[in-house]
């Protein structure tokens, strides 16, 4: 697909990351590495690897995926993981609906009918659908699934969002701010798989606060 680049962003991904990248060779997607060049040992298991290494400026969840979409160079992008969740087999039905819909987003969903995950927590689920909630009720989304970044969009379209969150309040952002200004979202099934090693970066507790107060912040103001 050579209008499609794979934003993978990677932190200490050395288990999963050569794994990824063997699956997706038969794909010939152009891919994107996005990581800290202090990540030593998950650079040298991808170093022979078809794909192209982006070095992060700065730090952050959003701060890469936010580098990684100004860096594109072809119409769309994908927010692929570097654990091994995603399945590269439902990137080309979120094409086929970005078409039929004429849409500027897809959300890949676990929470659609017939969809599942192998990697949520009783704690991630509860947080996940308490913050749809609120993106549905105070942001009139209609999404339902805010926090699980599979995502392909339209490059030029996303970056004007002028997006500015370096850590997972981007998850949030995009969305929100995509339908502040008239983007067309919409919705895909997926079934997330089980993670291939490491750990989630993510911290429930923490970061749960700080997408909780940057969606009061988006509310009454942008960021």
């Given at each position: 697909?050579?209008?499609l680049?794979?934003?993978?962003p990677?932190?200490?991904?050395?288990?999963?990351?050569?794994?990824?990248?063997?699956?997706?060779?038969?794909?010939n997607?152009?891919?994107?590495?996005i990581?800290?060049?202090?990540?030593?040992?998950?650079?040298?298991?991808?170093?022979?690897?078809?794909?192209?290494?982006?070095?992060?400026?700065n730090?952050?969840?959003?701060?890469?995926?936010?580098?990684g979409?100004?860096?594109?160079?072809n119409?769309?992008?994908?927010?692929?993981?570097?654990?091994?969740?995603?399945?590269?087999?439902?990137?080309?039905?979120?094409?086929?609906?970005?078409?039929?819909?004429?849409?500027?987003?897809?959300?890949a969903?676990?929470?659609?009918e017939?969809?599942?995950?192998?990697?949520?927590?009783?704690?991630?689920?509860?947080?996940?659908?308490i913050?749809?909630?609120?993106?549905?009720?105070?942001?009139?989304?209609?999404?339902?699934?805010?926090?699980?970044?599979?995502?392909?969009?339209?490059?030029?379209?996303?970056?004007?969002?002028?997006?500015?969150?370096?850590?997972?309040?981007?998850?949030?952002?995009?969305?929100?701010?995509?339908?502040?200004?008239?983007?067309?979202?919409?919705?895909?099934?997926?079934?997330?798989?089980?993670?291939?090693?490491?750990?989630?970066?993510?911290?429930?507790?923490?970061?749960?606060?700080?997408?909780?107060?940057?969606?009061?912040?988006?509310f009454?103001?942008?960021?």
């Open positions: 697909m050579k209008n680049t794979l934003i993978i990677a932190k200490k991904e050395k288990e999963s990351l050569s794994k990824v990248l063997d699956e997706l060779e038969p794909y997607f152009k891919i994107v590495i990581l800290e060049k202090e990540d030593l040992e998950t650079i040298e298991t991808i170093r022979n690897k078809n794909c192209e290494i982006l070095y992060q400026k730090k952050g969840y959003g701060d890469a995926l936010i580098q979409i100004n860096y594109n160079k119409q769309l992008f994908c927010i692929f993981n570097a654990d091994g969740s995603f399945n590269p087999m439902e990137i080309k039905n979120m094409i086929q609906i970005l078409e039929k819909e004429n849409a500027d987003l897809v959300f969903s676990r929470y659609e017939n969809c599942s995950s192998e990697d949520d927590t009783l704690i991630t689920r509860i947080g996940n659908f913050f749809t909630k609120i993106g549905n009720i105070f942001f009139q989304l209609n999404i339902s699934d805010i926090l699980y970044t599979f995502v392909i969009g339209k490059t030029q379209k996303v970056r004007n969002l002028n997006l500015k969150s370096k850590d997972f309040v981007f998850c949030v952002e995009l969305p929100v701010k995509a339908n502040r200004n008239d983007l067309k979202l919409t919705t895909s099934k997926s079934n997330e798989r089980r993670r291939i090693g490491g750990v989630k970066k993510p911290n429930a507790f923490k970061d749960g606060f700080k997408i909780l107060f940057g969606m009061i912040k988006l009454f103001k942008n960021l």
